[in-house]
Every structure is written in C-alpha cells, then in structure tokens.
C-alpha cells in the first residue's frame, strides 16, 4: 500500500462536478446515447411460470408497419456461452419464471415495438411452478458458499448448551420481504454492431462497471475484450442492480448483431425490471440469544432461509454480520436455500448486512426488554476486543462511540423504557436504536493513468459514478496525491477506452479508484518530478494492503428513531431518524451525507413500505410499478440527520477512508421496528411495519 496521503482537497465540502449537467439535463444516459438511425427493442415476457414455448406465432406482429425483425429461440443468433442461464437468452425453448424474455421485437420506434411485442402469439406448455418460500420445505439445500464467496456455515462453541443454561435467552423468527431495487433510470442499453474488421460491438449501457461489462459480454459471445467497449457515462441509480450485467445488455447486444448497421436501443420499462433486474431475496431468520443477568451475551445464532432461482445461484449473505458484531463466546449462523421457479435474486444495497441485521438487533432489543437493561448499555456491554470470527483486531472499530454519540444527540438519556406509555394526542411515541455495520473492502485490480498537458493534469480509470459522487471525489484524491489544487484536475470515468477499473460494488469504489490513483500519481511524480513535461503520462495500479491480513475491517455506526403510531389506525409516522457513523475519513461531506441519508431513507423505505408481493398463483411480482410497490417519499422523510465520528484509520488504505455506500441501509428497520414497540408495546418480527400488524390484526 502507498504511504497516507495528506489531505488538502480531500476533506472539502465540494460540489458535485457533474451536477450542472444533470440538473439542466444535458447528461446523456444511456438509452439517449445520440446514435443514427436506431431500432428499439421490445421484450415479450413469459406469462408461465415453469414449463417452455412450444410455438411463436409472429406473423402479425411481423406485418406491422415499422417491424423489422421478430427474435425468437428457433432463430436467435447461438451464444458462444450460455453457463450464466440469466444471460442465455432465446437460446432455448425453457421457461425457467414468470416474465422470463421469450421473444423481442425490433421496430423503427419504441411505440410500433412495443405494440409489436404485443401482438406476438406464444404457446406453452405449462409444466407448473413453485414459488413459496417456506423455512418448512423439505427440499431446502445448503449452499457450498454465500455471497461473495463466505463460507456458508459458521459454528464456535455449543449455543444449544449455553440457551439450555442461560439465566435469559431469547428465540425468535424475524422475516424481511422480497425488495427491487428501483433506480429511477431503468436498466438500459444502447448496442453497435460495427462488421468491419472481425466486428467491434459498442454498448452504452447503465452500468456500475465498464470493464466487468464487457468481460461478461465478451464472453458470452465469444469476442475478444477488444472488440467491445462499453461506455456509460452517468447512471442514475444502481444499488447493485446494475453491479451484474442483466439479460437487457445481452439482449442488445444480440438484436444489434442480428441487423448490421442499425444501432439497438433496449430499455426495460418499470414492470420489466421486477422479473429482469434482480432482486433481493426475502429472508427467514431464527435468532437465539442467550446471555448473563448483567446483558454479557453467552451465545448468538442465527439461521438463515431464503430463495434462489432454479436456473442460477445467489445466496444471500444474510448470517455474516452475525459472525463478527458482538462478543458471544457461543455462535452459530447457517444459510439454507430453496430453489424456486423465481426470477434470478441478486444484489442489493448492502447484500447480507441489510436484511442480516434486521433479526439481530430486533432480538438484542427483546432481550434489553427482558433484562431490563437500556439497548444502548446492553450493545456496548458485548462490545467485541477483537473480531470474533478470525480473533483479528480491529483496524478501527468505534460502534460505541457512534452509540454514544448518536445518543447524546438523539437526547436518549431521559428515556423511559417503558412501552405503550407516552401518547401525544392520537398518537402513540416511541424511540428505538439499532446498530449499523458494513465491511471495508478494495477489489483486487484497478489501473489508472495520469497525464499532463496544457498545465492540467488528467486521470482516466475505467470507474463509475452512480450518483454516488465518485465523479467528484476522485479528483480530490487524486489533487492530493499529485500536490496539486482539486482545480487543475479532471478525471474521466467510466468507458472501457480508459484503464481497467473493478466495479462500484461493496461499498470499495473509492477505496479501490483511490488507491489506483494514488498509485499512478506516485508513479508520475517518481518519473517526471513537479515539473512534468507536456504529455506526460504515467499509470499506476491498486497494490495489496498486507494490512488486510493483521486486521479486520469494517465501518459501524448506529440509528435512532422515534416512531409515532396513530392509536386508532395504526398509522405509523417516523419524525425523527438520526444515524451516527464511523467510516474513516469522510473525503467530501456533502457526497458522504447524501449516501449515508440515502441510505436511511432507503432503510426507512423498507422499514415502512416496501415488499413484492408474489401471487403464488402466477409466480410474478404483482406490485410489480411504483404505484403498488411503494417506496419512502419525500412527505416520510421528517428530522432524518446523518452525522459521522472523526475517526482516523491507517490501515485501510492511502486515503484512510471506508466505504460509505451501504451502511447507511444496515440497520434502520430495527431500529423503526424497535421504536414501534416503544411507541405500542407490539412487538413486529415481520417487515414492512404495515398498519395492520401494529395492530396486531396480522402476523
Ligand atoms: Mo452494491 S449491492 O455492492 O452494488
């Protein structure tokens, strides 16, 4: 790892550089990308749920004024590599879930495709589907690893021992919903199949990563990484939907290559997305806590069940955080899967910790409940000395100062841990606390290269920007590292033309860019001194921080909600939402508090409101727009503040800074859910927080 780098613009409260653009619009995202000439790309979704197509019938959709092309898997051009089932598209009769793509339509405008789409005639035969998720099923199986490669089974010491001996224990089953991510630019591609020279495939597509795009494009097809480049400028929204390539970019691809010289634009609707774009899994989680009189706890479990897709594995990392959040001498979590005739589960803001954290520090709440001792105290009191799981120490690891904090404050100390006591008016109030944590990760490769010319300094990396300020604070590390002003510094990002960059993922974006950067401004700086010449140029890359193998790495921070319930509807209203974290150096406050209140609010969304609903009837999403699947608007969002520690960690990488991404989502729900009971002495173990489960109407 390079040496700290000292912070001038790093640290500063900056501007976004690409906000002009946006606001007035003159951003191209993807699906605008100016091209001549284009088709448009209709889907037609499978309305089975497990079977295949036994006929297309496309002759009227054919004849249709402005048609140019009907795909379907008898003609559709043959991948050069199908393993990733969720990318094989119109390769086979199959239908593997409801909404799966059976067919596309290229039309000369959006609105003739779209009409076309409807017009194709498909048969099936319909082999029956299974869709319900049950920690019941017999069939449930352990996968060999979870998400993004942790062991699936953890177990240390004899938990059943210690709950059959324990003076306090709690054991509970908490559930959280399915959830889809719903960036408000939808997934979208623009694809260019040019047949000169062996072919070279151009794709603009909404991407958290340029480079991991094209390998998977390039493999699919069978091209060489050097006949496709992908672009993608801006994104408006990811949360790890677009942190894997989706059947959409595939399927451009494909059209584009099946009309030479027509560029394709494909861009799911929002319907679309709920079968196309991954999701996150529902979860169910048995807890077990036993602990001391004094709130030491003696063991933690917690056991895992949630779906993956038939066709292609993903598995929630929904026990990890359990491993390493609090001192328990006594541990066990495990993960079980039932396969299902599903949609392809996938990532979304912070896989594992989000829904992980739910169970856990509802039950940390239950248990300060019947111990009588504040949830505050009792988090603190099994504060771990190192990390449980490798016996580590921490490289920096301030939740109880975040606790400490958040409870100075959220003005905590004159509680009263009562529930269903305090009433203002019609409605009941309570507050709650949660803790938030998310690991410090880098990827393993990233390059970028600096230039000079013309008295300015210009980085390229192949990185993202996915509203997440990246596109901001790169120059300010960058300006730092080179010894210049944030002014004289332009960094270009995501187009595969730049140096290979890992994908905005983990919450290691910066972290990983960063210490590219800081790498080739070294670089620079050792071969052409403060006085370079015009046009020179060096690159440098993301070295491995040994520092990895002496700690563990992780942000924290912690959440505090008062809740109100209306007494007689069950209403719920959050006026107050206040999150303190601890993320190593924060490089630009302004990009920093918005993810970490993005976060929140996303959080606060999934305590409140949000779920996809699958009628298991059809196996679809039937809430499947953002009329029904209701997300946090701007009238839920009240006295919502997020605020960070000063904390200075050398370990994690030249910029001392941790991910900030996803923490602000981990933790939330408990802390409403919390809150709740405080407010009615109900006590919710299902999300969302709907009004008739306040009361106690329904599970
Ligand atoms: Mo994020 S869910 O790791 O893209």
Known sequence: MAPPVQPREMGRDLARRDGPDKVRGLATYADETPVVAPLYCAIVQATIGRG????????????LDGVVAVLTPDGAERLADTEDAELAVLQSADVAFRGQVVAAVLAETFEVAREAADLVAVTYRDDGHDVRLSPDRDDLYTPESVNPGYPTDTHEGDVAAAMATAPVTVERTYTTAMYHNNPMEPHATTARWDTSGGGHLTLWDSTQGVHPTRKTVATVFGLDPHQVRVVCPYVGGGFGSKGTPHV?????????????????RLALTRQQMFALAGYRTPTVQRMQLAAERDGRLTAIAIDVVEQTSRIKEFAEQTGVPTRTMYAAPNRRTTHRLAALDVPVPSWMRAPGECPGMFGPEVALDELAERLGMDPVELRIRNEPEVDTETGKPFSSRNLVACLREGARRFGWADRDPRPGIRRHGDWLVGTGVASSVYPTMAMASSTARVRFAGGRYTVT????????????????????????AVGDVDVLIGDTAHPEASVAGGSSGTATWGSAIVEAAGAFRDKFGAQPPDDAEAEGSIQPNEATERYAMSAFGAQFAEVAVHADTGEVRVPRLYGVFAAGRILNPRTARSQLVGGMTMGLSMALHEQSLVDPRFGHVVNHDLAEYHIASCADVADLQAHWIDERDPHVNPMGAK???????????????????????VRVRDLPLTLDRVLGLTG
């Open 248 to 264: 959409n970019v595939v399927l451009a691809a494909l059209a584009a290559r099946a009309v030479p010289g027509r560029p394709v």
């Open 659 to 681: 991910g900030i991404g996803e923490i602000g989502i981990v933790g939330t729900a408990a802390a409403v859910v919390n809150a709740a009971w405080h407010a009615t002495g």
């Open 461 to 484: 990396i192949g990185a993202a920007d996915l509203g997440t300020g990246s596109s901001t604070v790169l120059p300010q590390i960058a300006a730092d590292a080179l010894g210049v």
């Open 52 to 63: 295949a197509v036994t006929g297309i019938d496309a002759d009227v959709a054919a004849a």
